[in-house]
């Protein structure tokens, strides 16, 4: 009963965590200007090579525009991405995850 309870504590903590960094899809959309001058103003890329974020998954656009700030991201044009991402903070980051997820 006790590994239940543990079990359910953690999941619980994590969940919260995950709540808590969800994003402002206003300040999201108002932020991503920058953003659409390569992924289109819609979030579809209009330039061939260059990814739709419109509808991407909202962890994984916070995880990647993490791995670009952090050089984990090489090759291409990660040296953009990363000079772009290194002006985002954490806020503004969860931010455009959540306007670009939005997008359906």
Not at 68 to 95: E, F, H, P, W
């Amino acid at each position: 009963m006790k590994k239940v309870a543990f079990g359910l504590a953690i999941s619980m903590t994590i969940l919260s965590a995950q709540a808590m960094a969800a994003g402002d899809i206003e300040a999201g959309k108002a932020k991503a200007g920058v953003c659409m001058a390569c992924h289109g103003a819609d979030g579809i890329a209009m330039i061939p090579g260059y990814p739709n974020l419109k509808g991407q998954n909202e962890q994984y656009l916070v995880s990647s525009i993490k791995a670009y700030q952090t050089n984990q991201r090489q090759g291409g044009l990660s040296g953009v991405m990363k000079a772009q991402a290194d002006l985002l903070s954490d806020a503004d980051i969860a931010n455009l995850a959540a306007y670009y997820a939005s997008l359906k």
